[in-house]
């Protein structure tokens, strides 16, 4: 019982030391870098309706198929909205769950407490895992390793036991990791792995245990293959692509062994040809791999470790050029488990046969480049800290990076600093000329510039290029809706909507329009599809509310206009439009309140001032209805003389 304690002491210890290192992620924003998808553009996760939770398990986001991994930021969202905080913490809270299954894993694998806290230390520290949980899209990654390491453990009491219980526990857990992401599909081969690590040499059993678990990955694996396949191009020769294979293969344990510098977008090395310093060391590291193979084939764990990493990595090797990144840090956050078991095995081994002088020696060795490894995790979070430090960093290192230009970009056009901004998109659009992302962005700053020409010019283009991307059509259509050709916003805002049924901005402005040109039932119904998308968006309730209003459905419009003021405590129009809903029900002073709400948050607002004249008049107040009324006037709102007329001087 006692040395139970001291175990979990230990562990305890890790955990604790490990957060002190990472808890600054906590204080880290959202990033535009799919965030926006996974979150911002994704209404599943807005409400925890059953509607909602059937389509998570229904669609994809960003062509991947992570359902739990989305029901987790719905859950928090029901929570704190959008306070990144709480997604960050989660974030770092489920990379400690992991840090300590890998120590229970460890154990259970007869490994000896130092060697598991060992491994556990380099697995909670080490620079490589920063991006899967300093990101909070990167949710997936820590998700799917806590259901891949509990089916793991599971699967090692089954074989301990042979109890049949544990065998179904691996089989959910499976599928539940494979559901947070799809890279679990390898988890048949490390089972098969763990049986030859345990001594099961009946391996017709063990081929047949494994069928289960393809009963789930063989359709999901087709689903994401199937919208993915537009990622790859041919474009390299049989030599290239067995260049572009050793250099993934070793980039991992090159980046693992050797923790120098990490980038969150690695360039590819160009040209590709074995006198490229990069495939020379690439090959060399290959070389060199299969020469510590095959001397230390009996090494167990050394070849445990690397047959690990192969297994739970071989899907994201690379053999061609293809479109999208081609290596990332995340990409190693659980197959480096088998190295990180390895190392402590190997170290604790170490400091056995040691001398205490040399083993007291080795432990300060240790503690430094543990030391080190803290420092760098350290430095890796800040970078994630908000948009521009982390775009910054990535053009720092890798100054060729066209994404990493259009998304500050997009920062910068946030912040409304439009000659930076115009700056990024022009050198995206040198970059990657055959994208129409920077030149969609460099449309929305000339847009919000009023240089609507050139908006029109640069959105004209993106459509053509893209007629099936539906952010080029609905920015085109905003370009039409602040430029008042309506029918062509229509048109516009109805392609965007074609291609993409959810878009909860276009369903708003076309509901907008629609309400303008009193096309109440359609507007109506856009509202309503907006508000079922985007439950958050106040200018959806407050212009359904106007629809109410107009219809005289008072109680419904009291509602909208409550909860557009809810979700935007400084929303003018919302407090007008309440103002004149309660004077018509005679509620004059609160109407009186609601007006002055909205000249306190827009101070030019002749429409609050000319009703606000009619509440002080229905109030007995007639010269501060006079001032309010000459207010209106001066502001350019129409003010019928007689009525100016009668308020004079305080006279009916």
């Known amino acids: 019982m006692h040395l139970k304690i001291l175990k979990y002491k230990w562990v305890a210890l890790v955990l604790f030391l490990s957060f002190l290192v990472l808890y600054p992620t906590i204080f880290n924003d959202f990033l535009n870098w799919d965030d926006t998808k996974h979150l911002f553009g994704n209404h599943t996760v807005r409400q925890l309706s059953v509607r909602n939770i059937a389509e998570m398990f229904l669609s994809t986001v960003n062509t991947t198929y992570i359902p739990v991994t989305i029901f987790s930021y719905a859950l928090e969202y029901k929570l704190a909205q959008y306070n990144p905080v709480i997604y960050h913490l989660d974030n770092l809270v489920l990379h400690l769950i992991v840090v ?110 494994k069928i289960p678990f393809f009963v789930y990955i063989i359709p999901l694996v087709l689903i994401t293959y199937s919208l993915n396949t537009h990622m790859f191009t041919i474009e390299t020769s049989l030599w290239q692509s067995f260049l572009i294979f050793v250099w993934t293969l070793t980039f991992y344990l090159i980046k693992f062994f050797v923790p120098l510098e990490y980038i969150p977008i690695y360039p590819m090395p160009e040209p590709i040809s074995i006198f490229n310093i990069s495939y020379t060391i690439s090959m060399a590291v290959f070389v060199l791999t299969a020469i510590l ?68 020696i080795l432990s300060i060795i240790l503690i430094c480049l543990c030391a080190s490894l803290a420092y760098q995790s350290r430095m890796l979070i800040h970078v994630w800290h908000d948009n521009l430090t982390f775009w910054n960093y990535i053009i720092l290192k890798s100054p060729n990076e066209a994404i990493a230009y259009t998304n500050r970009c997009s920062e910068y056009a946030q912040q409304k600093q439009y000659e930076q901004a115009l700056a990024d998109c ?147 129009k919302a407090y007008q439009n309440r103002g004149v809903l309660r004077y018509r029900q005679g509620q004059y002073q609160q109407a009186l309140n609601d007006m002055t709400k909205a000249l306190e948050y827009k101070p030019d607002f002749a429409f609050a001032y000319l009703n606000r004249s009619f509440i002080q008049r229905a109030l007995g107040n007639n010269e501060q209805a006079f001032i309010d009324a000459s207010t209106a006037k001066s502001l350019g709102q129409k003010v019928d003389k007689a009525y100016l007329d009668s308020l004079k001087g305080g006279i009916l």
């Not at 990167?138 to 009491?157: E, G, P, T, W």
């Not at 053999?319 to 190392?343: Q, T």
């Open 293 to 360: 193979l095959f001397v230390y084939r009996k090494n167990k764990w050394w070849i445990f470790g690397f047959v690990f990493y192969l297994s739970s990595i071989f899907c994201l090797l690379r053999y061609g050029k293809i479109n999208e990144i081609m290596v990332a840090d995340r990409y190693m956050y659980l197959p480096s488990l088998g190295f990180c078991l390895f190392l402590g095995v190997a170290i604790d081994q170490l400091l056995v046969k040691c001398s205490t002088v040399k083993r007291n």
């Open 426 to 572: 022009q050198k995206a659009i040198e970059l990657a000329p055959d994208k129409v992302e920077g030149m969609i962005n460099r449309g929305i700053i000339y847009l919000n510039t009023k240089r609507y020409q050139e908006a029109l010019a640069d959105f004209n283009e993106a459509v053509l290029r893209e007629p099936e991307f539906e952010n080029a059509r609905y920015n085109r259509g905003n370009l039409y809706y602040y430029t008042k050709k309506y029918d062509l916003a229509l048109k516009d805002y109805a392609q965007a909507l074609r291609l993409n049924p959810n878009y909860s901005a276009a369903y708003l402005n076309r509901g907008i329009i629609y309400l303008n040109q009193k096309k109440y039932k359609q507007a109506y119904s856009d509202l309503n599809n907006a508000i079922r998308l985007d439950p958050n968006e106040p200018k959806a309730y407050y212009s359904r509310g106007v629809i109410y209003l107009n219809h005289k459905k008072m109680n419904e419009a009291l509602k909208d206009f409550n909860q557009a003021i809810k979700l935007d405590p400084q929303f003018a």
């Open 100 to 209: 300590l299954l890998v120590y229970q894993l460890s154990i259970k694998m007869s490994l000896s407490q130092r060697a598991a806290g060992i491994a556990c230390v380099i697995f909670a520290i080490h620079p490589m895992h920063v991006e899967s949980y300093a990101w909070v899209t990167a949710r997936k990654d820590v998700l799917y390793s806590i259901f891949y390491l509990l089916a793991m453990l599971s699967y090692v009491q089954y074989l301990n036991t042979s109890a049949r219980k544990y065998f179904i526990v691996t089989v959910i857990m499976g599928f539940l990791s494979m559901l947070s992401k799809p890279m679990a599909l390898t988890l048949p081969l490390i089972l098969l792995l763990i049986d030859w690590f345990q001594g099961r040499y009946d391996i017709r059993k063990a081929l047949v245990e």
